[in-house]
């Protein structure tokens, strides 16, 4: 599908979140930290997030978008506000690259525990993804189409000297 005139581009940074309509273009860069996209097929909105950390130690006053649990919310309301349902979009996932391969770690590294709690937010809302890119080591460069739904991602592995 043709990108519409007067596209807009919008890059996300750890911790940003962003819900537009068909003529907006979402990008971001990707290690540990992980991405979910939403598009509403019919009405051609969507969002998508980038999360650092599964979530907050202690909660703030105010929902955060560095934390999955709090940003996934923060799209949640986004859906509300556009009299729509969550059940209504098709979900994709992606990120949660181990930037450290081959390095001994303690307990269970940030990026499966970002993936998980994507996954568990997602299966409390019955939302289940119909595409994802996620684990493995290296960065991932994601582009969300909102006006087709597409997501565009490139995965650069991290190579291990020995």
């Known amino acids: 599908m043709k990108a519409p005139d007067g596209v807009i581009d919008i890059f996300l940074q750890p911790g940003d979140y962003y819900f537009g309509d068909e003529s907006t273009r979402i990008r971001t860069i990707l290690g540990s930290c992980v991405s979910i996209t939403l598009w509403h097929p019919w009405k051609r909105i969507g969002g998508m997030c980038h999360f650092m950390l599964p979530q907050r130690a202690q909660r703030g006053d105010e929902f955060h978008g560095k934390y999955a649990d709090e940003v996934l919310e923060l799209l949640l309301k986004q859906v509300r506000l556009h009299k729509t349902h969550p059940g209504d979009y098709q979900i994709k996932l992606f990120g949660g690259g181990d930037m450290f391969p081959g390095r001994p770690s303690r307990g269970e590294s940030i990026s499966r525990r970002n993936i998980q709690a ?3 937010f997602l ?17 991932r460069n994601v582009i969300f189409e909102v006006w087709s739904g597409n997501v565009w991602v490139r995965h650069q592995p ?3 000297v020995n």
């Open 123 to 139: 299966d409390q809302y019955n939302m289940k993804p119909i595409s994802e890119n996620v684990g493995a080591s290296g960065h």
């Open 158 to 160: 991290i190579r291990e």
């Open 118 to 120: 994507a996954r568990q």
